[in-house]
């Protein structure tokens, strides 16, 4: 990055609220830190949010389990609240198993989550970390 480009680089958001927890990789996991994210989101003055975050939360959540979990690792769940979004990320580590958009077949029981995500987030994406990864979803703040 040159200089110029460092110089015009716009300032991240100031994060005005945040939430972190880590979960162990069971079931009861996705529950709780579904509840957990609309009870957070609703905290923060947001109750139209709530629901959509709760349900990112979920299909994230639950891809974190089937397709991220590791034996003895944990994984955690971060909502942060700036003035423009709401930023789910879900981590896990598993950094080998990135996930992807994918159609179903109709009659498939499984293999919808990162739609419903994708249909609720106004940007969603996967970032790399030293083990595993992060999949996050933004929510723009109206």
């Not at 139209?48 to 979920?58: E, F, H, P, Q, T």
Request: proline share 6%; charged share 25%.
């Amino acid at each position: 990055m040159t200089a110029a480009q460092e110089l015009s680089a716009p300032a991240p958001e100031p994060v005005l609220r945040e939430d972190r927890v880590d979960y162990a990789p069971t079931a009861r996991a996705v529950s709780l830190s579904r509840h957990r994210a609309a009870r957070m989101v609703l905290q923060w003055g947001h109750p139209g949010m709530a629901g959509d975050a709760a349900l990112i939360v979920s299909e994230l959540a639950t891809n974190a389990l089937l397709h991220g979990a590791i034996r003895g690792r944990l994984f955690r769940v971060h909502l942060t609240l700036t003035e423009f979004v709401l930023r789910v990320a879900v981590s896990d580590p598993r950094g080998e198993q990135l996930p992807c958009l994918r159609r179903p077949d109709s009659d498939d029981c499984y293999g919808r989550g990162l739609l419903i995500v994708a249909q609720l987030a106004d940007h969603w994406g996967v970032e790399p970390r030293t083990v595993g990864k992060s999949v996050f979803a933004e929510l723009s703040v109206r």
